[in-house]
């Protein structure tokens, strides 16, 4: 007997989360309404590229699980210490079968995709959904994914102001 179950697609959402805060929850819940994503799977780094300083990871989830628990999503530890996509693609495919992914990101990481090892591959065979942060354009933005012929989907939301980093310098 076959079991044909139906194709899920959902988020990934990786990030510092440092501090996880309103304007990460409100673009998962905007990308998962305008990407018509079946749930957000928020991915924290432990080592993000770049940042330094940051906390302990398992602070870091402890604060994502309190957030997350009056929503549809998850969390998700890979076993390495940041994304990549030789790695973490082929991860995923295994851990979430009968699934396709959209990729969550904010508009300031995409001046940088093209330097990405193996961006091709992510933007060949997956969707990215971008949320257009408070100094950005989404025409600019649409104009450098059109470039890298990305399949994407531009959102906002009233928070796209906010940052971990003012949210810790203020603290």
Same mark, same amino acid.
């Given at each position: ?75 998700? !530890? #890979? @076993?390495?210490?940041?994304?990549? =996509? $030789?790695?973490? %693609?082929?991860? /995923?495919?295994?851990? +979430?079968?009968?699934? *396709? ?31 257009? !942060? #408070? @100094?950005?354009?989404?025409?600019? =933005? $649409?104009?450098? %994914?059109?470039? /890298?012929?990305?399949? +994407?989907?531009?959102? *906002? ?15």
């Amino acid at each position: 007997m076959c079991h044909n179950r139906a194709m899920r697609h959902i988020g990934i959402y990786s990030g510092t989360f440092d501090p996880v805060h309103a304007g990460h929850l409100a673009f998962a819940d905007e990308a998962q309404r305008a990407g018509r994503l079946d749930h957000v799977v928020f991915m924290p780094e432990e080592q993000p590229r770049g940042k330094v300083n940051v906390s302990n990871i398992e602070q870091r989830v402890a604060l994502l699980q309190n957030q997350l628990t009056a929503t549809h999503h998850e969390i998700y !530890r #890979a @076993s390495h210490p940041r994304f990549s =996509i $030789a790695k973490t %693609l082929p991860e /995923l495919a295994k851990q +979430y079968q009968n699934t *396709t992914f959209s990729f969550l990101m904010g508009s300031d990481i995409v001046p940088s995709l093209h330097k990405w090892p193996g961006i091709k591959l992510l933007l060949t065979q997956h969707r990215i959904i971008i949320g257009i !942060r #408070a @100094s950005d354009r989404a025409e600019d =933005i $649409a104009n450098a %994914l059109d470039r /890298l012929q990305a399949s +994407y989907v531009i959102v *906002t939301t009233p928070h796209a102001h906010m940052s971990s980093r003012q949210l810790r310098q203020s603290l």
